[in-house]
Nanobody, 126 residues
Framework: HVQLVESGGGSVQAGGSLRLSCAAS????????VAWFRQFPGKEREGVAR????????YYINSVQGRFTISLDNAKNTVYLQMNNLQPNDTANYYC????????????????????WGQGTQVTVS
């Protein structure tokens, strides 16, 4: 049974930082494509950053490029999303997601590619 558990969300002021964590059980991140998504109220979930090939290939959407960093700690089997210089329009529920059997992510990493999802963690920036 695969379980992804996020943590690290919270409330910060604009310009602040948060680090989200996603720990897995029954699953190995290093062998698969993993990603962070976010969902604004009333909107569809959107991909924010993805990680392929054991952490060697990273991609970010334009709005977070240079501010967010996705990383993988193989020893802890945990994926992180370091978020710096947070802005009010980053306020959303953030989810980690992982594929089943795909070492590389597709370029546009659609939601439909991901088989496993965490429960989400709320990030609020004021």
């Amino acid at each position: 049974h695969v379980q992804l558990v996020e943590s690290g969300g919270g409330s910060v002021q604009a310009g602040g930082s948060l680090r989200l964590s996603c720990a897995a059980s029954g699953y190995t991140f290093s062998s698969n494509c993993v990603a962070w998504f976010r969902q604004f109220p009333g909107k569809e979930r959107e991909g924010v950053a993805r990680l392929s090939a054991g952490g060697e290939i990273r991609y970010y959407i334009n709005s977070v490029q240079g501010r967010f960093t996705i990383s993988l700690d193989n020893a802890k089997n945990t994926v992180y999303l370091q978020m710096n210089n947070l802005q009010p329009n980053d306020t959303a529920n953030y989810y980690c997601a992982a594929t089943r059997g795909s070492r590389f992510c597709r370029a546009n990493f659609p939601r439909s590619d991901f088989d496993y999802w965490g429960q989400g963690t709320q990030v609020t920036v004021s």
